[in-house]
């Protein structure tokens, strides 16, 4: 009972439900090695008692992180103060537009008050008493006390003083509402950015083909918007893990993707022949990936960039561009000179930081410092780097909303980061070690899943005020469109599995739910950005009306969408959730054409992943098919008839089509026809996850104006034309 007592006051699980009707225990041993990741002793009993009574003793006037959101009521950690208590918030000086640089704006100072007393009542045979003057009238519903005078949006810092003189300062979180909402009625493209090959790439996509594909799809079939995978920095090595899911570092993004011939001082580098010689054995790379079968090979591709970029940065930066490079590195501080040094440090001790001389495993130790001075030059070449590409993100950006798309770039941000990269290494104390985010067992998987990735602490997160979570989203968020948010049941609860155990034995810590939306909010505001979350599996219940309630979009893929409280047919187009994407496919699962011929049951049996025999796969794969093209014949979707591949792909975006969806994602190798997946979960060297450039539906790689001049899309494309335009209401994007 005492164990269960202090993890429950510290988020931990000690139970949960794989399904509504079965409850499982969480090992003993689990929970005290969650624990301890916590900074949490409970290794035995004494030390369980011990510990309960510290937390229990402990009693907070306010909890480090308080949320207050625009025109709601305050939250009981101030609505509850006790009366004639001072309050007094230290807004943000960028948050109050008009005062001057360097300027602090005023403290906001109040007192609050004592709630109404209750109608007075005479005894019986007296006249009533004279009622007592409320010291304020109660709020009304949905409003604050008017004792309060709301600070304007951002993260401030609060201080309470008691009438009895008890003191307490917190991070005060002033959200709006909601995020902004995309305009109804928007298409666009879904792409894994490696794979998407041009005629000038460098052996993988690139942030030059990204614009270039968001500018074509805006300007000739009407998209809105291009989602692609994380583009994070990935952790270096022989061979580079090639997951965009597991990065070094989620803040910054990754040099791989730039375009190299773009950037201002190529065209200055006078060592010629050697930028020839490489741009050479580029195209050989992309010959080769093209036309004789081999898989996109980032190491190779970096190598050939990297000595590139390094001849790029020889070149003095004219004074605008040295003006434009310094203004990065103010605004991005110490983070990116944390990373900087990281990639430097890697370059010489290799990818593990834990492997590394032992002075330089702390990031703030001397021999860092030392480290950081004689490796001056390296640092401020990766910097550069990170400079560049977000230039170039910037760029894409830009071309997008040229381009008249409503929306723009989607990015991804991953939910989690490598153990052994850059961000563990320069936010140590933010990450509970010896710990891996997963997935518990469910009907899909009773293994259960162990992602290799470090969870954040919420309880340090909390304290810092959400430091790191507000620079990760605001980095990410300055050159977007929108952002997709892998996993977003993370920002409630995440799965942690202790290191050496199987995912079976993980249990689930719980994070501040409100605190983590209300920054996400607040950051999606100031950069006038969309959110969709992905939000398919386990959901615990409330989560997917609470992100709706903050304007947080779901994700809804064709396939899931089912009756599952009814007959469990497929779900009529008219009652699909209005507020989400919709998608036909993802990354993680088969193509649309993959899907409808049953492809990806012989891939699986082939690769023996299958857990029933082929026959019996086969045989429900069919049904479920078969009662989905049932669905789209009596909509008179598929004109066609059976039988006709290409047109029950078109049959199957018309139906999303139709559906009230804001957004409606269209996954790019499903527009030439292509039959693999371009990762397969489950698998690591069985299949070449990650490396796979689009193919046709013969399997033969096709380049990006390959892509965009096929018939195939183009008829796919007809089916998707935006809808009438309609007024947009206040809040939201005109379309």
Known sequence: ????????????????????????????????????????????????????????????????????????????????????????????????????????????????RAAPPAAPVAPPGEAAPEAVPAPEAPPAPGEAPAWWIPPPHGVHRVHVRTPDNRRATATLVAAPLRVPQPPEGTHGFLVQLY???????????????????????????????????????????????????????????????????????????????????????????????????????????????????????????????RADYCDFLAEQGQALEDHGLWCALAEVHGPDWHTWPEALRD????????????????????????????????????????AGMAVGIVHDLAVGVHPAGADTWSQQEAFAHGMSVGAPPDAFNARGQDWGLPPWRPDVLAATGYAAYRGLLRGLLAHAGALRIDH??????????????????????????????????????????SVVGEDLG???????????????????????????????????????????????????????????????????????????????????DLTDTAEWLALLARLRMLPEGDGDEEAAVRAVHRFLRRTPARMTGVWLPDTVGDRRPQNLPGTWDQYPNWRLPIADAEGHPVTLEEITASPRLHALMEVLRPRKPRTAPPGERRP
């Open 538 to 620: 386990t959901v615990a219940p409330g989560v997917r009306e609470a992100l709706a309630r903050r304007g947080v979009l779901g994700t809804s893929v064709l396939w899931f969408e089912r009756d599952w409280k009814g007959d469990g047919r497929p779900l009529a187009p008219e009652k699909w959730r209005r507020d989400c994407l919709a998608t036909a496919t993802t990354h993680d699962l088969p193509s649309t054409a993959a899907r409808l011929t049953g492809d990806h049951v012989t891939l699986r049996h082939r690769l023996g992943l299958l857990t029933r025999s082929l026959e019996e796969e086969l045989t429900a």
């Open 363 to 402: 990031p703030r130790s001397p021999g860092t410092a030392r480290a950081r001075s004689e490796l001056l030059d390296r640092v401020d070449f990766h910097c550069r780097l990170a400079w560049l590409t977000a230039t170039q993100l910037a760029a894409a950006q830009r071309s997008a909303e040229d």
């Open 195 to 321: 794979s998407l090959l041009s005629a000038r790439s460098w052996g993988m996509g690139d942030l030059g083909d990204l614009a270039d594909l968001a500018v074509w799809a805006g300007r000739s079939v009407g998209s809105g918007f291009v989602q692609v995978n994380p583009l994070h920095a990935a952790v270096p090595g022989k061979p580079t893990d090639p997951s965009p899911y597991r990065p070094s570092s989620r803040r910054f993004p990754d040099p791989v993707h730039l375009h190299v011939e773009s950037i201002p001082e190529y065209g200055h580098v006078r060592d010629r022949a050697t930028l020839d010689d490489l741009r050479q054995d580029a195209a050989a790379l992309s010959e080769a990936v093209l036309n004789k079968g081999a898989l996109i090979d980032r190491d190779a591709v970096w190598e050939l960039k990297r000595q590139a970029l390094e001849l790029v940065a020889q070149v003095p930066l004219t004074p605008g561009r």
């Open 1 to 112: 009972m005492g164990l269960s007592r202090l993890a429950a006051l510290h988020g931990v699980a000690t139970s949960y439900s794989p399904s509504p009707d079965v409850t499982v225990s969480v090992p003993d041993d689990t929970v005290i090695a969650v624990l301890a990741a916590l900074g949490v002793d409970a290794g035995t009993p004494a030390d369980v008692r011990k510990c309960l009574a510290a937390a229990e003793s402990r009693s907070r006037l306010l909890p480090p992180t308080v949320v207050v959101w625009a025109g709601e009521p305050l939250p009981p950690a101030l609505a509850g103060l006790p009366p004639g208590s001072t309050v007094t918030v230290e807004p943000e000086p960028s948050d109050l537009p008009g005062h001057p640089a360097g300027r602090p704006p005023a403290p906001l100072s109040m007192r609050a």
């Open 488 to 529: 977003v049941m993370g920002l409630f609860r995440l799965w942690w599995v202790p290191e050496g155990r199987p995912p079976t034995d993980g249990t689930y810590v719980a994070y501040d739910a409100e605190a983590m939306l209300a920054v996400l909010v607040l950051e999606a505001h100031r950069a006038g950005t």
